[in-house]
T-cell receptor, first 113, second 113 residues
Framework: GENVEQHPSTLSVQEGDSAVIKCTYS??????FPWYKQELGKGPQLIID?????GEKKDQRIAVTLNKTAKHFSLHITETQPEDSAVYFC????????????FGKGTSLLVTP | DTEVTQTPKHLVMGMTNKKSLKCEQH?????MYWYKQKAKKPPELMFV???????INESVPSRFSPECPNSSLLNLHLHALQPEDSALYLC????????????FGSGTQLSVL
């Protein structure tokens, strides 16, 4: 089955700096790669996603890049703000097969003022 | 209405109790999911309902019994749970199954004494 590895497990940056979180996946059939943000006491919230036919996607301060050959994808947050502090999960799925998401172990991001 | 609503938010139960968790969405989503999340861990898939039929059961013990009465409602019936079942139980929905663009509720924090 799919195995998703996520690094780093914790990340601390100063407000205004950029943050990068990286994930690798094992199943070449995976074709959908979302990123979720989970704040304390809340459920995960989808912040950006990318399909395997696209190499990069951007939404304001957030971007995701995908390298299918190397089987890795990354989340980039620019101009970080304290409200970006949360746990971020990457995930992968072979959505054509109807399979549900396989999550990475999560990255706890702390943005200090 | 663009939310997944879960009740109750918190639940404490004894090992001999029977209780139910409820989940509701009115976005016309045809896939609904139950996930279990332990502290500092990623969500783990338990069940997937697609068009009100159980399509995935990830080898969950029979003390957890899902039910999908209609396309808007999802229940999780609990009976004879163990202390290790204490966790955050998350409901999610998506337009179709396959794990794309999951929308999560805020979860039910369950404690089994």
């Amino acid at each position: 089955g799919e195995n998703v590895e996520q690094h780093p497990s914790t990340l601390s940056v100063q407000e205004g700096d950029s943050a990068v979180i990286k994930c690798t996946y094992s199943d070449s059939a995976s074709n959908y790669f979302p990123w979720y943000k989970q704040e304390l006491g809340k459920g995960p919230q989808l912040i950006i996603d990318i399909r395997s036919n696209v190499g990069e996607k951007k939404d304001q301060r957030i971007a995701v890049t995908l390298n299918k050959t190397a089987k890795h994808f990354s989340l980039h947050i620019t101009e970080t703000q304290p409200e970006d502090s949360a746990v971020y999960f990457c995930a992968a799925s072979d959505s054509n097969s109807g399979y549900a998401l396989n999550f990475g172990k999560g990255t706890s991001l702390l943005v200090t003022p | 209405d663009t939310e997944v609503t879960q009740t109750p938010k918190h639940l404490v139960m004894g090992m001999t109790n029977k209780k139910s968790l409820k989940c509701e969405q009115h976005m016309g989503h045809r896939a609904m999911y139950w996930y279990k999340q332990k502290a500092k861990k990623p969500p783990e898939l338990m069940f997937v309902y697609s068009y009100e039929k159980l399509s995935i059961n990830e080898s969950v013990p029979s003390r957890f019994s899902p039910e999908c009465p209609n396309s808007s409602l999802l229940n999780l019936h609990l009976h004879a749970l163990q202390p290790e079942d204490s966790a955050l139980y998350l409901c999610a929905s998506s337009q179709v199954s396959g794990g794309e663009k999951l929308l999560f509720g805020s979860g039910t924090q369950l404690s089994v004494l």
